[in-house]
């Protein structure tokens, strides 16, 4: 399954790469990104995926904040003219209140507007509106295996593998969702890290000496993520109509409440970051990117007349 980018006279074959939807509701110009973010290398932290929130929380404490564990929000504050003023946390038995002047939701639109608000707020019209803007996506289940060999010795090479049962992807995930109980695979995701940094010598991620499964319930538990999908709102072309993308902002109809995340952007690590960077511009009304693009410059010790004459002239 294929889609085709003109651009000028040059034609590029973009291949397709689900985000749990199928390829003809899958948007050409997502893809790209995604092609264009994998052609690069993609990124993996060194140390692995837990050293982003380890100095994250660093960040944080050193400027005067806070970070809880193990404390989920039961519902978000708002004052007597129903603006948002806080969270209620549980921690044990205890329910805690936190009081903040303003309040921004990481956990998806679905989870804000549908659990975090009292009743009678949700059932006002702009946010339902706001609800029903995109649909939630589909869950998937996670299989994690260690091998007690090399990547050499399993001939694993650092790629990425799509398999499908049938040509036709489309009709293929059509039957999957139609059933009752499931009883096929519409498809498989198979990757290997085995070659990133500080990959134990002898051994490889892919006789099975480790595995651990993660169904929906587990991203549920875990993530909070609605009805378990871990790229929340769905992928399709309807997502990134121009008018619904315009009215998928960052600030919410609740005064002080604003929404980041995937549901922001575009889904994965990347679109959340992004989605991190557009409603922090959106709550400070600085355009942090531009202190991006200046950051950039300076790293790489370039001249920003320079940088800006390569990419204008």
Not at 19 to 44: E, Q, W
Not at 255 to 270: M, R
Request: glycine fraction near 8%; include cysteine.
């Amino acid at each position: 399954m294929f889609n085709y980018l003109f651009i000028g006279e040059y034609l590029q074959v973009i291949s397709y790469s689900t985000m749990v939807i199928s390829p003809r509701d899958c948007s050409l110009f997502m893809n790209a990104l995604l092609i264009h973010h994998y052609k690069r290398g993609a990124y993996y932290p060194r140390g692995g995926a837990s050293e982003i929130p380890y100095h994250i929380s660093n960040t944080i404490r050193k400027y005067g904040g806070e970070v809880l564990v193990r404390a989920p929000v039961t519902r978000i504050l708002l004052d007597k003219d129903g603006a948002a003023c806080g969270v209620a946390v549980r921690k044990g038995q205890e329910v805690v209140e936190v009081k903040a002047p303003i309040v921004i939701s990481n956990c998806g639109l679905f989870n804000t507007f549908k659990y975090l608000l009292p009743p009678q707020i949700q059932m006002k019209h702009d946010i339902q509106t706001g609800a029903q803007m995109m649909k939630p996506g589909k869950a998937c289940m996670l299989l994690y295996c260690g091998f007690d060999a090399t990547a050499e010795e399993l001939d694993i090479t650092p790629t990425t593998l799509w398999l499908f049962k049938e040509n036709d992807i489309d009709k293929s995930m059509d039957k999957f969702f139609a059933m009752s109980k499931a009883k096929m695979r519409p498809l498989t995701w198979c990757s290997s890290p085995s070659h990133l940094p500080k990959t134990p010598p002898h051994r490889s991620d892919i006789q099975v000496v480790y595995q651990e499964i993660a169904t929906p319930l587990s991203n549920e538990h875990y993530l909070r993520a609605f009805r378990g999908a871990p790229y929340s709102g769905e992928h399709t072309l309807e997502r990134f109509d121009p008018v619904l993308m315009a009215k998928n902002r960052c600030d919410t109809p609740v005064k002080n409440l604003y929404i980041t995340g995937q549901d922001v952007f575009s889904c994965g690590i990347a679109g959340a970051l992004h989605g991190g960077l557009i409603c922090a511009s959106t709550v400070l009304g600085h355009l942090l990117y531009v202190d991006l693009f200046m950051m950039k410059i300076k790293l790489k010790g370039g001249s920003i007349l320079r940088t800006l004459q390569k990419l204008f002239f």
